[in-house]
Every structure is written in structure tokens, then in C-alpha cells.
């Protein structure tokens, strides 16, 4: 059964020539290397990035720059040549027709997944829903085509073959490939060969003429499609051949040698034509002017095809050329097709104010002007008056056609005044029950004129206001939907609600963000009161009074982000139609989102006025500092991109990483080491549609935002130890996209060396130290006191057994000399047993077994005891007990005892009392030694004799003790000494 897909009278159906949609622009690609020559394969991902297949490796297009993704796979001295470049999901699919390799790289995980071994591939291959690809070869040395499937591991499944005579090898392999409803489509030689998925020959159709056109495939309504001669053809599979239902117009196809299906269109080019065909509309558009332009400028040297590949993404088109990327993007239509040129010596003045009679025609006023459009004509004229007169024109109302111009009416040809004020001044207008409101700018007055009765009063604002704000420079006055009274707007002191009695003030409105802002334009919508400043878009709800503010960004010719200036509003049927100093904005209620042009329309140059507006329909009239323009809002094409893409990081290198990539980064968290220095962060947030400029902070340095900036990457020589917080946000070139901020954390690991554990090695190390000093020290006291121990004993043993000895010979001697023999004998022995006595002293010194407070006082009370035994004096000696489990210093030890001796030994020899007193205790941490007799001194005698007084003087210094003499009652001595 046959079933025939289109009705027969669309085979005779002719192509109507349109005019052109786009224009053809170039996308900068910035290639950060050599591209190579050809662009075989390009596709955006979920992300926004282009992903491009060159004859110098794969690239990645962030918007930004494209950057070789695998260069660190490639021989720059012998570059790879990519033959195709197909996807499938994340993974990009490349064939090196040098070593007939496909490299697979995944381009969510940026990384080059393999590189396979393949035979030499003639056609280019179509990638199948299970992720193989159909391709053919062919096998000279057989001499068969091979219709082959390949696999992710690269095991190849032969499908079917054909076998060639030598000289017919080119024409009868298998050309281009596609994959359609479990189908395999290719073409051999003249005819169309139809497999199933296994390689089973379904069907074959032989074509008129297979020379003409270069035959490869796309799907059109759900069916297979190529083109043939003149005829495009649809393949059906139930059909016994294929049926030619759409005749193309020869004049298209003469000479075309290629053809691409962006997915609504036909786009057929060859070296000097290019035609976009819709096979729904039978419309065809002729770009080959605009396609010789753009190889003039942008590829002169190259005689190339315009396109090897079409596709469209969210309602933008891209045409793959050989040396780059053309973006086809709606016509602007130029200003002076929006411009009405004015009569008189200045046709583009800056308008203030437009309004119409009851007939039709218009009234413009400008600076020193009026100018009037008759209904039914086209053209302006001057309006009859004294131009001279005409100063500040801001306000405009037409009663009755009768021209009511700021604070005056036009009588004939001259003005007749509605205030006491003789001087014709910017005031604002509005109208109510046949009275005009107006007041005037700088003036704290509100102004009424009845236009019945041509009565007028006047009341002075801050009247009203009780010093809470004042009435100057008014800009606007509208009035209240509930009628309340008038809402008056003053360039410094916001909005205020004024009753109609104007002797009250219901509500005064300072909103935030707009106070001081130069508030231009009001405008009420439903119960809400639109609000047109210097910074931006306020609202006040005037039932609840609740207010609102909205402010829209760009980026001015210095990369700084300014506020929109909001000068004019008008209410459309859709949105509001706002005139700011950088164009029109649309500004949707119900969203609240702000829609601009695209950013190279014309129209965002223009700076408009505020309040110089007039609808009639969908036809506006703006005026601009530069003339008035009209637009019909119907053709007006918004921009709704919101720029919600996120920023993504794309890489990062330190001094010891080349470029590492993340994306998309599992937690936005890096690690690096702490001799990791120069880190470089690249990231992106993907625009083909308009420039992207970024702004950063390092919140744990300085909580600052950094001045916008197109470049997409930071380096920092050395961030600090530590965590650190970076923050990146992005606007385009219209202030869209702020919202969006990317954060990353990047920790830089201390130095080994500053570490805690580190830092514990230290200390241990240090306490090991110290305590080998410690042990040191230890042993070398341990061996100095067993030295004195041994010298005390040495000294005792053997010195004072000698002296001992001497002292004995001497007394026997003695007794059996004469006289005078035996005086000398006695002097020996006496000599003799005191060195043995000092000799005792210096052995007690020296013995470290009486390094304690207990030897001490027991060698004092000896000492007391031998002085005093049989003595006429007594003594007394007062210590503490606790001092005997404390050891003392062995030189401290030894001068006490010095000095206790020396002072012991004057009150024996020089002291005429009868009682010596010493007293030993521990006051905090010093020793006191309090020494005294009872006698009667006489201080010059003790000055003149000395008594051993510098000798202890001396001693008490050696042990940085204080000794205090003191002759008040009896002879004193007092040291002090630390413990």
C-alpha cells in the first residue's frame, strides 16, 4: 500500500521571496590557541557553553574566550586533524584522520575519556540513541565498503558491505550517514540505501542526478529528507521509492553544492549564495549579499562555503562557517525610521510635552516651539505664535481645544496668565472637574484654574506641611483614582497626597532610594502609583500605602554599573513602556521584571524626557532630547532573557598544577598546598548574546566588591593561610544577572613547618633538650657534690690527721724542751690546731652532705658552745625548726657561717655585756639573722678598731644579703638574705 504524504498540487507550489528577518554577525570565539582550519561540529550544552570540534583539537566557548580542551593530548608538531565532530549527551566524539583514532571527551567532566583505534572513515558518522555511532570505510585492500557500528569500548560490529572496482572506489562508498526510527540511511554511488539497525537492506532508491548536489540528510515532519537536482525528496519507509513533493525554484538551486536543516529551515549555500527556505511557508529569504559582506570583512582570504552546519537554540540561530561562528540576529530597524523630523530651524528638538485636539491633530511643544500635525498628514508644521515666548513648555492640556501651556493659555497669539506670576515657568499639569492643577517648579505653590468660570486661587504647600518637608521643584501632579485629592511629586521631598481643598496633606510618601533622586514622572495603574526616578522604579499602593522600590543596572563605556535613569511612563495594555536616559524599558506589573531591546538596537542610545508622551492606540509618541520618535508597540521586540544562568567554575592552576577543571564542581571546595603560589581561577558565565563583566570579593580579606570587569579570572600570588570565601557575581552590558553569585572556598594548607603537630615536635624536641641539659646538669651536680664530698673527706682524713699529729709533736716536744724551746713548741701547736680548726670549717663548707639550714644551726650552736664555754657572757639562739627540711646554697651556707663567726667572736673579745642574742628565721622568701650583745659601745672606738666589719661587709655582698649595723643598745647586726 502506498500512502502519499503530501497532496499533489504542493508539488506545483511556488517559493515566494521574502525579505530578511537577521542580520549575519560574527561570534567573536577569542580562541586562546590556534583554531585550525575547519569547524567540523558545534553544540551548546546545558550550561550555555559551545563546544567546538577543530581541526586543532575540541574547544570550549564560554562566552568569553574558546579554549583547547585536550591541547595537552596533542604534538604541537604534528597537530591532530578532527575530521567530524559529533555529540551525544556529555560526550564529544572526534576522528583523527592521521592515526584513525576517535577521541571521546566528556565535556561535563572535562576529561578525555579514550582514544580508540579505528579504520580509515570516509563518511561522517551519525551517533545512534545507545550511544554507538554508524560510520562507513573502506578496505582497499579488499576492495569492499564497510558499513560498520562502533562501540564506547571500540569494538566494531560490521554491518554490511559493498564491493568497488578501483577506479569506482570514491563513487560507490558509503557517503553521509543518518539514524532515524531505529533506521540506517546512507548513500552508495546514485542510489539511497535504507538498513535496519542490524544491517539488513530494507530499501534503495536511485537518484536523477548524483553529481548536482552534495546528498546528505535531515529530518523534516517526522521524515527522512535529502535533496536531488531541483526536488527535495521525503523518504518514507513504506514506500516503494521516494516522492519529490516540494519543487525548489532553479534560480535557488543553481550552483548550490550544500545544504543544512537547522531544524525549521533549508539553508543552501555554496561559494557565493546562501538561501534560508521555509518548506512550511514556501518563503525563501536571500542572504547571498549579506553572506559576501561578512566574508569580506570577516574571512577575506578564504573563498569558503558560509555554513557547514545550522541549528537554533532557544529561539536564536547559529550557522557553522569553516573559520567561525555566524549568529543570525533580528534586524534593527534604524532610528530615523522611528524619527519624526519637526518643522523649523531645529527638526530634532529636545520635546517636552505632546497632546491632541478633539479632531486628531497634534500639539508638540518644545523649547521655544510649538509644532502641529494635522490629522491625516505625515508631516509637523510650525504652529502659529510667538516661538520667542515659548520658554519652559512642561505642561500641555488641550480643554475643549482650547492650549493650556504651563502656567498661561494661549489667546490667539498671546499669553493670558492663570497665576499671579507673570513669567511663563515649567509647571506641571492636571485636570479635574473643568480645573486645571498646576504648580510651579521651584515655587512652594499650588495653582487651580477653572476653565468654565476663569476663576483661579493659589496656596502656598509648606503652609500645609507644618515644616515637615517643602514643596520645591515639582515635577508632576496626578490625580487621586479614589478621590482623595491630587498626588504631587517634588524632586527633593518625595510624594506627597494633597486634598482637593488644598488645605490638607493626607500622606506624605519618602521612599527609599528615591529621597533626593529627582522623582520625573507618575503614573496610576489600577491602585498603584508608578513612580518614574533618577534610581529607579518606585510604587505605592494607594489604598494601603505600602511602597516599593525597583532599580535596573548597565554597564557604562568605563565598566562601572549605573541606574537607569527613569524619566517617562507610559501604561500600555501588557506592561508599562518606561523612556529612561539609555532607551526604552518594558516593565511587566504582574512579574514585576524589567524587559529590554537587545543591547545593539539603536533605540538604547536615545535619552528620553520625562513626561513628553501620547498614546493613540498601539502607536506612542516619546520625546528625547533629540526630536520626537513614535513607535507601534506591537513591533517593538523584547529581550526576556532574565540572565539566570549561574557562573560556573571552569579552572584553576597553581605554580605547581598546570590547569586542573572542575565542572561542574562537586562542592565548590579546593585544597591546595601551602607552596602552591600564583592560583589562577578561571570561570564563566556562558552569554553569546552579550558581553558579561564580573566583580569579586575575598569576604575573609575585604568585604568590598571589586569594579566590574569583562576578564573571567583571578590570580592571586599567595592567599592567605587558611579558609578563604571568594564571591563572584556577573551582569551583562543591560544590568541583568546581578543576582547570581558564585562562591568558592579554597583552603591553603600551612606550611608543614607552622603546623600544630609541627609546633608539638617543637615543644618536645625543646623539653627533650632541656631535659638532657637538665640530666646534664643533674650528673655534673651530682659529680660536684660527690667531689666536695670527697674533698671534705680527703681533707678531714689526711690533712687534719697531719695537723693533728703536728699539733701533738709540737706539746711533746714541748714539754721536754728548755724554756725557750718550748715557747716556740707551743706557738706551733697552737698554730697547728687553729689551721686544723679553720681546716674543720672549710671541710664543713665543702661537704655537700651539709647543704641544709640543719647543719647550719647546729654548726653555730658548736660554735657557740667552744666560744663561750667558761665565758662570763651567756648567749641565747632563737631559730625556727621548720627551717631544718630546707637546703641552702653551699656559698650562702658558708658566708652565714662566716659571719655568724666573726660576729660571735667580737662579742667575746670586744664586748663589755653579758648576754649575746642571735635569732634565725624565714620572713616570706628571705633568711634573717638578727645579732646582739647587751654591752655598752662606743661607735668610734668600733669605727677605729673595724672588728671584722668589712670583712663581713664583703661576705654579705657575695651573697647579695643587706647588712645594717646598729649601735642604739648594744651592738647590732641584721642580714638579710634570700632563700
Excluded at 65 to 85: E, Q, Y
Excluded at 377 to 393: A, C, G, M, T, V
Excluded at 913 to 936: T, Y
Amino acid at each position: 500500500m502506498v500512502i502519499l504524504l503530501v497532496v499533489v498540487q504542493d508539488c506545483q507550489a511556488q517559493y515566494q521571496l521574502q525579505d530578511n528577518e537577521y542580520d549575519l554577525n560574527h561570534l567573536d570565539l577569542n580562541y586562546t590557541s590556534s583554531p585550525g582550519q575547519y569547524l567540523d561540529g558545534s553544540k551548546f550544552d546545558d550550561k550555555g557553553n559551545l563546544w567546538l570540534v577543530q581541526s586543532h583539537g575540541i574547544f570550549c566557548y564560554d562566552g568569553y574566550n574558546a579554549k583547547n580542551v585536550i591541547r595537552h593530548h596533542i604534538d604541537p608538531k604534528d597537530p591532530v586533524f578532527l575530521k567530524f565532530g559529533t555529540f551525544n549527551d556529555s560526550l564529544v566524539y572526534a576522528y583523527d584522520t592521521k592515526k584513525y583514532e576517535v577521541w571521546i571527551y566528556n565535556y561535563v567532566k572535562r576529561d578525555l575519556v579514550d582514544i580508540l583505534a579505528m579504520p580509515s572513515i570516509h563518511s561522517n558518522p551519525t551517533l545512534t540513541p545507545s550511544g554507538t555511532y554508524i560510520a562507513g570505510y573502506t578496505d582497499f585492500d579488499s576492495s569492499y565498503h564497510h558499513l560498520i557500528e562502533v562501540d564506547l569500548t571500540g569494538e566494531i560490529t560490521y554491518l554490511a558491505k559493498t564491493q568497488f572496482q578501483k577506479e569506482r572506489r570514491r563513487y560507490e562508498q558509503y557517503g553521509a550517514i543518518t539514524f532515524h526510527n531505529n533506521n540506517i540511511y546512507t548513500r552508495s554511488g546514485d542510489s539511497i540505501l535504507i538498513y535496519n539497525q542490524f544491517g539488513k537492506k530494507l530499501k534503495s532508491f536511485r537518484f536523477a542526478n548524483p553529481h548536482s548536489v552534495e546528498i546528505s540528510f535531515f529530518h523534516f515532519q517526522d521524515k527522512i529528507a535529502y535533496i536531488d537536482d531541483f526536488r527535495l525528496y521525503l523518504i518514507d519507509k513504506n514506500l516503494e521509492r521516494s516522492i519529490s513533493p516540494l519543487i525548489i525554484p532553479q534560480n535557488i538551486l543553481q550552483d548550490i553544492e550544500k545544504y543544512v536543516w537547522d531544524g525549521s529551515y533549508l539553508w543552501l549555500v555554496d561559494y557565493a549564495h546562501a538561501y534560508r527556505v521555509s518548506l512550511e511557508s514556501m518563503n525563501y529569504q536571500d542572504y547571498s549579499d549579506a553572506y559576501l559582506n561578512y566574508k569580506h570583512l570577516h574571512c577575506p582570504e578564504h573563498t569558503d562555503r558560509l555554513i557547514n552546519d545550522a541549528y537554533s537554540r532557544n529561539g536564536k540561530h547559529y550557522l557553522i562557517q569553516d573559520h567561525g561562528i555566524v549568529t543570525l540576529t533580528p534586524k534593527n530597524q534604524p532610528l530615523d525610521h522611528y524619527l519624526l523630523p519637526l518643522a523649523g530651524d531645529y527638526p530634532n528638538p529636545s520635546i517636552r510635552a505632546i497632546d491632541t485636539f478633539s479632531n486628531g491633530d497634534m500639539l508638540v511643544a518644545y523649547y521655544n516651539g510649538l509644532n502641529i500635525k494635522r490629522s491625516g498628514s505625515k508631516d509637523f508644521e510650525l504652529y502659529d505664535f510667538p516661538h520667542r515666548e515659548i520658554d519652559q513648555p512642561y505642561g500641555l492640556s488641550i480643554i475643549d481645544d482650547e492650549i493650556y501651556i504651563s502656567n498661561a493659555k494661549i489667546e490667539g497669539k498671546e499669553f493670558q496668565f492663570l497665576d499671579n506670576h507673570r513669567n511663563f515657568i515649567h509647571a506641571p499639569h492636571t485636570v479635574y472637574n473643568d480645573t486645571l492643577y498646576f504648580t510651579r517648579f521651584g515655587e512652594p505653590y499650588l495653582s487651580k484654574y477653572n476653565v468654565k468660570t476663569k476663576e483661579k486661587w493659589e496656596v502656598t504647600l509648606d503652609s500645609l506641611c507644618q515644616s515637615k518637608t517643602q514643596f520645591i521643584n515639582q515635577n508632576d501632579l496626578v490625580l487621586d483614582p479614589l478621590g482623595r485629592g491630587i498626588w504631587i511629586a517634588s524632586s527633593y521631598n518625595g510624594i506627597s497626597l494633597v486634598g482637593f481643598d488644598s488645605k490638607t496633606i493626607i500622606n506624605m510618601f519618602d521612599l527609599k532610594g528615591i529621597q533626593n533622586g529627582y522623582i520625573h514622572d507618575l503614573e496610576i495603574v489600577g491602585d498603584t502609583i508608578y513612580i518614574a526616578s533618577n534610581f529607579g522604579l518606585g510604587t505605592i499602593d494607594i489604598r494601603s500605602f505600602e511602597t516599593d522600590f525597583h532599580q535596573l543596572h548597565y554597564i557604562d563605556q568605563y565598566n562601572q554599573k549605573k541606574a537607569k535613569h527613569f524619566y517617562s511612563i507610559i501604561s500600555t495594555e501588557d506592561a508599562l513602556l518606561i523612556g529612561t536616559d539609555k532607551g526604552l524599558v518594558s516593565y511587566d506589573t504582574d512579574s514585576q521584571l524589567f524587559s529590554q531591546l537587545n543591547h545593539d538596537d539603536p533605540i538604547n542610545d536615545l535619552e528620553f524626557n520625562r513626561q513628553a508622551t501620547f498614546k493613540q492606540g498601539n502607536q506612542v509618541y516619546m520625546g528625547t532630547t533629540n526630536g520626537l520618535y513614535t513607535f507601534d508597540i506591537t513591533d517593538l521586540v523584547w529581550n526576556t532573557e532574565q540572565c539566570n544562568q549561574g557562573i560556573y567554575l571552569t579552572s584553576f592552576s597553581t605554580s605547581k598544577r598546570g590547569d586542573r577543571l572542575h565542572y561542574p564542581l562537586d562542592n565548590n571546595n579546593i585544597s591546595i598546598s601551602a607552596n602552591e603560589t600564583n592560583l589562577t581561577v578561571e570561570f564563566s558565565r556562558p552569554s553569546q548574546s552579550d558581553a558579561i563583566y564580573y566583580a569579586h570579593r575575598i569576604t575573609n580579606i575585604d568585604s568590598t566588591w571589586s569594579e566590574y570587569d569583562q576578564a573571567n579570572s583571578l590570580s592571586f600570588f599567595q592567599l592567605p593561610i587558611g579558609h578563604n570565601h571568594i564571591e563572584v557575581k556577573a551582569i551583562d552590558s543591560q544590568g541583568r544577572g546581578e543576582y547570581e553569585i558564585f562562591q568558592l572556598d579554597i583552603h591553603q594548607e600551612q606550611f608543614w613547618y607552622k603546623r600544630w603537630w609541627a609546633f608539638l615536635l617543637y615543644a618536645l624536641g625543646f623539653m627533650g633538650v632541656v631535659y638532657m641539659i637538665y640530666k646534664y646538669r643533674i650528673n655534673q651536680f651530682l659529680k660536684y657534690q660527690q667531689l666536695r664530698t670527697q674533698i671534705s673527706s680527703d681533707l678531714h682524713d689526711d690533712v687534719g690527721s697531719i695537723l693533728a699529729s703536728v699539733a701533738m709533736q709540737s706539746e711533746m716536744m714541748g714539754y721536754q724542751s728548755d724554756k725557750v724551746d718550748k715557747e716556740k713548741f707551743q706557738i706551733i701547736s697552737n698554730l697547728s690546731r687553729e689551721a686544723m680548726a679553720n681546716m674543720r670549717d672549710t671541710v664543713w663548707a665543702i661537704d655537700s652532705r651539709k647543704d641544709d639550714y640543719k647543719s647550719l644551726i647546729f654548726r653555730i650552736l658548736d660554735h657557740l658552745a667552744n666560744t663561750f664555754e667558761g665565758h662570763r657572757m651567756s648567749f641565747d639562739f632563737n631559730y625556727e625548726e621548720d627551717l631544718f627540711n630546707h637546703r641552702i646554697d653551699q656559698v650562702i651556707r658558708q658566708n652565714l657561717y662566716l659571719i655568724v663567726k666573726e660576729a660571735i667572736t667580737n662579742a667575746a673579745k670586744h664586748s663589755n655585756g653579758d648576754n649575746l642574742s642571735l635569732e634565725l628565721k624565714r620572713e616570706k622568701s628571705q633568711i634573717s639573722l638578727l645579732i646582739c650583745d647587751n654591752g655598752n659601745v662606743n661607735p668610734e672606738a668600733i669605727k677605729q678598731s673595724g672588728l671584722g666589719l668589712e670583712n663581713m661587709q664583703m661576705r654579705a655582698n657575695k651573697i647579695d644579703g643587706q647588712l645594717v649595723f646598729n649601735y642604739t643598745k648594744g651592738f647590732c647586726i641584721h642580714l638579710t638574705v634570700a632563700m
